[in-house]
């Protein structure tokens, strides 16, 4: 088997596997946020909010840009395509699969003759 | 996620894949046949190998495909292809006629339990396969396959689906 790179994936995952994280990531899908609004949005401590930022800036989901007093949080460019990319990759596996599988279906209604009754 | 049952097939069935947590993996898709038909071409060897990997999409044929679709049975599959051949192997854990299967992927150490279920809404299928792996890692590896072999070949098939206007 091929071995590839996969820690950015690792910590994108990992980065997603909280609730309040995958809230930020959906809130900045929407606009761009400071962290100060973020903590207010989800009840939280500036400090909490912080360290949930942080995690995901490092793996790549969010950047973050200071100007003056304000850091403005933004949706990151690497890690969500590469997995939405997996992700996809794998429906199509299994809509392919399961085009297959509707074909054979088929047949097996016309030979068990136990089509809906509508036909 | 969508689980509306359309009887002019105006839209037609949707395949929908979602990472319910960072180690499972659910495909949903409705099936235009009664369970037990459904049911059947996952538990007869002959049916099952004759869609699980289409050779024109995937690149791979199957050489040999043993099931015993039974709880405490064992299951191997044989694949070929211009690289090699590899297998899959493992039990099934829980099997309930035209309800329900679960196994093991015992091939790999990461391996997931797999749960397919079929159920019945009013003369069609609504299946769940869920896959559920031991972390995180071997989730994202096994997502990895899927996107590393695939893309060409898949992309063949849209091009191929799109033509025919499906």
């Given amino acids: 088997m091929v071995q590839y790179c ?10 997603l596997s909280d609730a309040t994280r995958r809230g930020v990531i959906e809130q900045l899908g929407r606009s761009d946020a400071s962290i100060t609004a973020l903590a207010d949005k989800f009840h939280m401590t500036l400090t909490g909010m912080k360290k ?7 793996a790549g989901l969010v950047t973050t840009e200071k100007v003056g007093r304000v850091r403005t949080c933004r949706l990151g460019q690497g890690g969500l395509e590469a997995e939405a990319e997996w992700i996809e990759a794998h429906r199509k596996l299994f809509e392919a699969r399961f085009e297959a599988l509707d074909a054979l279906i088929n047949e097996m209604k016309q030979e068990e003759g136990d089509g809906p009754a509508s036909k | 996620m969508d689980q509306q049952v359309s009887n002019q097939g105006a839209e037609p069935n949707r395949t929908a894949v979602e990472r319910k947590s960072d180690k499972e993996l659910v495909v949903t898709r409705t099936f235009d046949a ?4 459904v049911f059947r071409a996952w538990s007869e060897p002959e049916l ?8 024109s999409v995937t690149g791979v044929s199957i050489l040999s495909c043993e099931m015993d679709v039974r709880t405490g049975g064992k299951y191997r599959l044989e694949f070929g292809s211009p690289g090699g051949s590899m297998a899959f192997y493992g039990k099934y854990l829980d099997v309930v006629p035209d309800e329900r299967i679960v196994w093991t992927n015992d091939e790999d150490e990461e391996g997931a339990v797999t749960t397919v279920t079929f159920a019945d809404q009013g003369g069609k299928t609504l299946l769940t396969f869920h896959e559920l792996y031991p972390s995180a890692e071997a989730l ?3 997502l990895q396959g899927s996107a590393a072999g695939l893309p060409e070949q898949l992309d063949q098939l849209d091009q191929l689906l799109a033509g025919v206007g499906a």
Avoid: I
């Fill in chain 1, 6 to 15: 996969s820690a950015s994936l690792d910590s994108s995952f990992a980065a």
């Fill in chain 1, 52 to 58: 949930h930022v942080s995690v995901l800036e490092r």
């Fill in chain 2, 140 to 142: 994202e590896e096994a």
């Fill in chain 2, 48 to 55: 099952f190998r004759r869609w699980w990997m289409p050779k």
């Fill in chain 2, 34 to 37: 009664p369970p037990h038909l």
